[in-house]
């Protein structure tokens, strides 16, 4: 038995024990400026697993969860869920995936999110995208969503700009000063955004190899 627990510490101090961290890549733009929809061209170009904050809080305020409520007239009201919730969503999803390549969509959305993920999983993202989109254009799309979602009408989506310029534009502008964030202009078609997009995961890749 001693010598089975001997073996197992030995392990780990000599490195061996310790796994690399996974890769994370954080998706940030205003509401309806395509993080989603570019997310979904980067998994099929580039193996990521995709993780939208906003999907995993709706999927768990229709689970019937003790939280459900809470995030419901949260989403409702435009206003960013307690961090606790969200990044124990995240870090759920992905130790299931068994990947090691996440791009982690609409998270993190203030201050507190940054650091409540960072402090939780001990990871950094590798870089940051973000969508910039003019509000006119965001709520356009918004407005032309069509997937059923209580929180795409005109009030809900107002109350959601001004939350999004108010506590995530500073965790944006965040990335920018420690030179994180890969900024792209969103307000061009679905494939020429998507272009810029490969760029950016293309010289990344580069750089790895
Ligand atoms: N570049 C684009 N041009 C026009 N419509 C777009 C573009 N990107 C996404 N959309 C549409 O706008 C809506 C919002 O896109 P979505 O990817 O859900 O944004 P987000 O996740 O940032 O809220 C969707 O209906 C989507 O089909
Ligand atoms: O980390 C997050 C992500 C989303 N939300 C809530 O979920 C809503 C919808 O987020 P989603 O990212 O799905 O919206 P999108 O930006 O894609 O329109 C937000 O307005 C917030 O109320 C949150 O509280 N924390
Ligand atoms: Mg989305």
């Known amino acids: 038995m001693e010598t089975v627990v001997d073996a197992s510490t030995s392990e780990e101090a000599n490195g061996s024990a310790v796994e690399k961290k996974p890769t994370v890549v ?38 019937g969860s003790e939280n459900g409520l809470m995030i419901r007239s949260m989403i409702n009201e435009g206003k960013i869920v307690p961090s606790q919730v969200t990044v124990n969503l995240l870090q759920q999803a992905m130790e299931e995936s068994g990947n090691d390549k996440f791009l982690i969509d609409g998270f993190p959305r203030n201050e507190e999110n940054r650091a409540a993920f960072e402090a939780d999983t001990g990871i950094e993202p590798a870089f940051v995208l973000f969508f910039d989109c003019p509000k ?3 709520e356009r799309r918004i407005l032309n969503r069509n997937q059923g ?5 005109i009030e809900t989506a107002r109350k959601r700009f001004k939350v999004f310029l108010e506590s995530s ?20 078609a679905i494939e020429e955004v998507f272009e810029s997009v490969k760029t950016v995961f293309a010289s990344i890749n580069e750089k790895e190899d």
């Open 26 to 63: 954080f998706v940030l733009g205003g509401p309806g400026s395509g993080k989603g929809t570019q997310c979904a061209y980067i998994v099929e170009h580039f193996g990521f697993s995709h993780f939208s904050a906003g999907d995993l809080l709706r999927a768990e305020m229709n689970s």
């Open 136 to 138: 006119e254009e965001m």
């Open 149 to 153: 979602r209580e929180d795409d009408n």
């Open 169 to 188: 534009l500073p965790v944006v502008e965040y990335y920018e000063s420690i030179g994180k964030l890969q900024k792209i202009d969103a307000a061009r």
